[in-house]
Nanobody, 121 residues
Framework: QVQLVESGGGLVQAGGSLRLSCAASGRNYGLGWFRQAPGKEREFVAAISGSGVGTYYADSVKGRFTISRDIAKNTVYLQLNSLKPEDTAVYYC?????????????????WGQGTQVTVSS
């Protein structure tokens, strides 16, 4: 069983930055971030492997967002830079309990409660 607790969301102006954190308990083979904007389906944002070495990003956030992991604290971070209004969404931390590639985004099976990120224009 994996439990995930996110923090760090908020309101920021376009071009600004935020850092999201997710404290995980329990064993996992990868941690990721997804987001869901109003009226849209949940979409993948970024993921990092259990070792913290491998990372994978959605094209829409490459070069702007950075995922990292503190193994000792079992915590994953998402640094959001150069934010745009279209980044506005509820961001969810997720973990996978199966040993598949972090780029296979369909078997993330544990979810946090979500944290709101709002980017004003």
């Amino acid at each position: 069983q994996v439990q995930l607790v996110e923090s760090g969301g908020g309101l920021v102006q376009a071009g600004g930055s935020l850092r999201l954190s997710c404290a995980a308990s329990g064993r996992n083979y990868g941690l990721g971030w997804f987001r869901q904007a109003p009226g849209k389906e949940r979409e993948f944002v970024a993921a990092i492997s259990g070792s913290g070495v491998g990372t994978y990003y959605a094209d829409s956030v490459k070069g702007r967002f950075t995922i990292s992991r503190d193994i000792a604290k079992n915590t994953v971070y998402l640094q959001l830079n150069s934010l745009k209004p279209e980044d506005t969404a509820v961001y969810y931390c997720s973990a996978k309990s199966t040993r598949t590639s972090i780029s296979y985004t369909y078997d993330y099976d544990y979810w946090g409660q979500g944290t709101q990120v709002t980017v004003s224009s």
